[in-house]
Structures are given as C-alpha cells and as structure tokens.
C-alpha cells in the first residue's frame, strides 16, 4: 500500500558543518542537534489496537473473537529531490477459538500529516492474518510509503540563519531563544511532518478503545 506522490518532505532545522554529530558541543559552547530530514513514523493515540467480537454488537469480555495489535514501526528514507519514506510494521494477533484455520483481514490507514493537525494525505489497505488449525496467534507484516518533494518544506534562508548564527555571551541576543520566535515557531511547524499509522477503526471500535 503506498501514498500517492505528494509535494510534501521535512527538512532538517539546522545546517551543520563539518562532521558534527548530536549531542557534541560546538565551538560556542552549544550543544550540536541534528533533525531528521523525513518525517517521523509513529502510531496514533488508540489506533494501534483493534477488537473484534462475536457477536459484532457485543462488548462483553466473553465475546472477544481476535485481538491485534501494531508493533515494530520501523521507517527508513531514500534522500534526493525527492524523498521515499517507507515504513513497515508488524501485527500480532490471538483469538479465541483455535478450532480450524482461519484468515482475518483488517484494515489499516496511512496518513501524511503536517504540523501536527494537518492531514495531507491518507490511504488505506489491508493486513491480512492467517491462523493455522490449533494456532491462537498470527502475525503479519505490512508496510506504507510516500513519496515527498523535498523543496516544499527548505525552511527560507532568514530562518535557517536566526536558528543557526553564533552567539556569545554578553551579545543582546545571547539569553533569546530563536526557536520561541513566533515566525521561527510557524516556518517550523510548515516543515514538520509525521507518517501515521493504525488500524482503520470504525467509530464504535475507537470508542471502544478510548472506554476501555
């Protein structure tokens, strides 16, 4: 299952020269942080369970028919004028009634995400699990990607400099912190983006997960 090609990337907050790694201290006494140039895979809130019972309109504990999860979300990035994002994932499941053999597909989402509340772009598809006769767990892995036009996220260079340039103690500037300033806090919220993933809950299943 891929996400469409979209004009979307994240870009790293700050240039750093040389061979910098995070956490050193650069020579003005600061401590060097590097960003991640794609965005972050992650699960959202109540999204990385689904129940299934049987009957469908139960909610009793005695009616639990499969339990899944999504674990192991691992994302990998392929650099140039555009940036590939792909992340994959496990899901793990029980049921329970391992009389026969039995495949259960569900469906999960993939969505692009910008600034924290903007959804770009969603797909959906499908993880299907299959439990062999005896068997009470199955796992399945799936995967989601996106293609991202790295251009659209460069912070403008104004920005990229307030974040970057030296400072030294004494200087009117030393005690401000750049990343508080209002049209720094926008320019980064632009360039921040974030994979998600999780099942693709009907209402009643998230507000099963939200309840319980």
Known sequence: MT???TALVSLALVALAGCSRSGEIDPTGGITTVRSACPTAAIPAYTGDVTLFNPANSRDAAAIDVVASITNVRATCADGTQLYTEATFD??????????????ALPYFASVVRGGNSVIAKRVGQVVLRFAPGEYRATASAKAASYVDKDVATLPADIQQRITQKRKAGDADAALDPFSAPEVKAALQRTSFELLVGFNLTQDQLQYNVTR
């Open 3 to 5: 996400i469409a090609r």
């Open 91 to 104: 899901v793990q499941a029980r049921r329970s009634d391992a009389t026969a053999a039995r495949e259960v």
